[in-house]
């Protein structure tokens, strides 16, 4: 049963524009979510991060917001660049001291020049 | 910066055969892990460990086996390879706490 979902496995932009990636969750018991980006044969680097007692967190052009209620996250990318193209993988944390990570599928992002 | 490495980028290895995999951290993290990534299947836990010595099953242990006999070094064991597993593997580190985990490059290992 997948408990971080990605339901768009690729998404197409204009360099500029926005990128919006989604990922829903189905376990009310994560307290922490995480962006992760990955390039072909490179392992997944961080990215941005939020605990659940937050709607919001903003690094430069990436913002993550979520919404407890209805067990869902997104990825806002402003504005996108052609380096953004990537596999991005949302993940959901249990909480305690092992840090385990459940995994979403990724969706590919593509940002046409 | 932290760095993890694992052992081999690309491994061709032959049904049956025993395949080690190994992956070293730098950063005197605590807990360590090792992932397979499929396609449309994202990224799915094998085994963790939180200690040296320590071992915890992820979601697919079946048919692995893992080794941390010292802080800085976790290997996954291939006990006989199949097929079936043939795949990207990463390895990743973090300290204790709600912190990111830090990922190897991967090894893309094949089975023939």
């Known amino acids: 049963d997948q408990q971080v979902k990605q339901n768009s496995p690729s998404l197409s932009v204009q360099e500029g524009r926005i990128s919006i990636l989604n990922c829903d969750y189905t376990?009310?018991?994560?307290?922490?979510f995480l962006w992760y980006k990955k390039y072909p044969a490179e392992g997944p680097t961080f990215l941005i991060s939020?605990?659940?007692?937050?709607d919001k967190n903003e690094d430069g052009r990436f913002t993550v917001f979520l919404n407890k209620s209805a067990k869902h996250l997104s990825l806002h990318i402003v504005p996108s660049q052609p380096g953004d193209s990537a596999v991005y993988f949302c993940a959901a944390l249990y909480g305690g001291a092992t840090n385990k990570l459940i995994f979403g599928t990724g969706t590919l992002l593509a940002v046409q020049p | 910066d932290v760095k993890v490495t694992q052992s081999s980028r690309y491994l061709v290895k032959r049904t049956g055969e025993k395949v080690f995999l190994e992956c070293v951290q730098d950063m005197d993290h605590e807990n360590m892990f090792w992932y397979r990534q499929d396609p449309g299947l994202g990224l799915r836990l094998i085994y963790f460990s939180y200690d040296v010595k320590m071992k915890e099953k992820g979601d697919i242990p079946e048919g692995y086996s893992v080794s941390r006999e010292k802080k800085e070094r976790f290997s996954l064991i291939l006990e006989s390879a199949s097929t079936n597993q043939t795949s990207m593997y990463l390895c990743a580190s973090t300290t204790g706490g709600p912190f990111e985990q830090y990922f190897g490059p991967g090894t893309r290992l094949t089975v023939t």
């Open positions: 376990n009310s018991m994560f307290d922490y």
């Open positions: 939020i605990s659940s007692i937050k």
